[in-house]
């Protein structure tokens, strides 16, 4: 059975084609001097919000990015943010570097608002170490090996005496992190300066360091043998000779050179360098184009799409972007399956797609699946001086992956699916980029159509916090003299500050969503919220922790003022305080 991985380029409407105005099918086109550079438009300037994470998906910090001349650091979330980087139209090359690890990259067409990235890095772990002129093997536990004839040279061209250490990975194509770990996407330029998209049956990296730590390259005028197991899974239909990929660090794309011949269960060819190499069939195909919404027409965004080919068992994945857009390359003039997934892994839907002869956009998908729950977290974040945040991001923590929205103003919203229809909780944390102050994580429960949030505190000095707003008055926040305690006459959370204060009382200490029958409000303006006015106020206990740890409860909703009922107040809270007893 054929499972040739076909990656789609996908990341903030990732849509690679190159040169592709017409409606044919993408086979890639001369660029008119051997470089494909010339095919991707003008300069732009462009946002990039993104995260980087080890093989495991854990955060790296103190990651070098740059795109364009633009450059940033990752937090301790892993994540960055670059704003107003210059790149192309139609290609931008985003690339990620720090001691101890293999460098990274991602290559996308930037779209207008943010461009979401995601790269997942490799450890530079030597596999053996080896010696200078002779020859020597190293072999990874696959089969896949490189024979070196022992002719190494540094950076400057000297030829290299002494201890080579060999570091080496193999990334197959059934991988399912293969689009987060292979550098730059298939995207390539072939011998004759064509652009082409590419369809890979095995990558590998090696890299070479001297006694120092030093890079090294195979000695000029030498090569080396590689020798790639190919996967069981491919072994059927790899062809009998194809062509072999490098991939250009500084051009941020894959370039011809040689191939490789397939003998047994490997594929053997000679390269006089190393970086990445990919064994690649050129493949046609051509762009498509999806969006998601919810039943209001709101974009679903950070949604997992993908498209599974005619005999295939693995979908390739792609996400949507914040507009509820997935594009990529999908393959020509084949009947394909395109399956959604709910944040969990869960199947929401399977529809039978193609086949397509031209660039294709799909009809606008509604997702109105009674197995998921659609809702929109809307929130502010601000900083010390309760002023609004503009530089820096909020993440969402829940099911499957973290979901990122930079901040416009002060405001963020985020447009997702619940798993069930069940009370589920997630988190929430605000990171203030020009004051370098978090929120830390706070927990919510979703609500539907939607989950209002307040205004989140980003300043580290501040452990608790009590924050309201009343219509359209400025944010109230009470920062001192908080307490919480559960005793058997129920729960209460409170705070004072200079001239205001707050009460909470509740009679349940059991995280859920709730009425002014199990809880009330006292100490803002125009009423005592209880179950004797007519109100709509909802409340969200989402965290009750044991003493010394968070009790975290949101309110929001509507209720009459106590002087003029035909006055109607809306209001919005968050209480994030610490128990006490």
Known sequence: MNKIKLLMVVLASMLLTIGCESESTYEGGSSGGGNISGNFGNQVSRDFIGQIVDVNNNPIQSVNVKIGSTTAQTDSNGVFIIKSAAVYERFAYITAQKAGYVDG??????????????????????????ASGAASEVTLASGTKVVFDGAFQDANGAAYSGTVSVSMYHLLPSDANLSSLMPGTLFAQDESGNAKALETLGMLNVELRGSAGQKLQIASGHTAQMVMKIDNSQLASAPATIPLWHFDNAKGYWIQEGSATKQGNTYVGNVSHFSWWNCDAQFPVISMCVSLEDANGNPLSSIQVGIIRSGNLYPVMGTTNTNGQVCGLVPANESLTMVIYDNCGGIISSTPIGPFSGNTTLPTVVVNNPGVMPTQIQGNLVNCSNAAVTNGYVILNYGNQPQYAMITNGVFSFNTLVCGTSTVNFSLEGSDYDNLQTTGNITYTFTSPVTNIGNIVACNAVTEFISYQVDNDPTVYILTNLGASYTPN????????????????????????????????????????????????????SNFGAVGQYIDLTFNGTYPDNMNPAVTHTITGVAHVIRDN
């Open 105 to 130: 990259s991602r290559t996308m067409v930037p779209t207008n608002g943010n461009n979401n990235v995601k790269i997942m890095m490799l450890p530079l772990q030597p596999v053996q170490v080896i």
């Open 490 to 541: 129920g729960l209460n959370i409170h705070g004072n500050g200079v001239n205001t204060g707050i009460y909470i009382w509740g009679n349940t200490n059991v995280p859920g969503t709730y009425t002014t029958t199990n809880f009330s409000v006292e100490g803002v303006p125009g009423n005592y919220i209880s179950s004797q006015i007519s109100n709509t106020v909802s409340f969200n206990l």
